[in-house]
C-alpha cells in the first residue's frame, strides 16, 4: 500500500499486482519476492522502480521512505530500492534499525534523492556488504558521522553524487 500511495493514481492497478492480503496469497510466490527454500523466509525484496509516476510533471514532490516498512523481514539479505526517487529516510524511533538488518548485505538506492542526512541511518546496517547510492544528491562524507561503522562492506558505488574531493574518507 505504501508503493500505491506514493505513485501516481492512474498506475494503481499496475504496481505489484500479485502483493494480495487475502489470507490464501503466499508471499513466497508474489512478484519482486525470493524466499529461502528450506525456510519460506524472505531474503530478497526488488521494489526497483515499483513507484509509478510522471517525474516531470509531478507536483507531489518526492516521498520519504520509512525503513521501518521492513521491520517484517528479519532474514532479509537483499533490498533494492533504486529508481523511487525518494527524497529522505526516517524511521520508527521505537525500534532499532539494526535489530531487523542485521543479515542486510546488499542494499541498493540508485537514483534516488537521497542526501547527506541518509548517512547516519545506513551507518547503522552494520552487516552491509555492498552499498549502492549511484545517482543520488550526497555531497560528502564525514567519516565520524558517515559509513564509519560499514566495517563488512566491500563495495560502496557513489559515482554521480556532488562528493568534493577530499571527502571520500571512510
Known sequence: SF????SDREYADEILTSWVDDGISDCC??????CDATAG???QLSLDF??????????????????SLFLPFQELQILDLSGNYFDGWNENKDY??????KKLKILNLNY???????LPYLNTLTSLTTLNLYY????GLNPSQGLANLRNLKALNLSWNGISS?????
Do not use: H, K
Open 3 to 6: 508503493f500505491l500511495s506514493i
Open 136 to 139: 543520488n544528491r550526497i555531497g
Open 112 to 118: 534516488n534523492n537521497f542526501n547527506d542526512s541518509v
Open 41 to 43: 523466509q524472505v531474503i
Open 96 to 101: 532499532d534499525s539494526s535489530g531487523s538488518s
Open 166 to 170: 577530499g571527502a571520500t574518507r571512510l
Open 50 to 67: 515499483a513507484r509509478m509516476f510522471d517525474f516531470y510533471n509531478s507536483s507531489d514532490g518526492f516521498p520519504i521512505l520509512n525503513f
Open 29 to 34: 510466490d508474489w512478484e519482486r519476492v525470493t
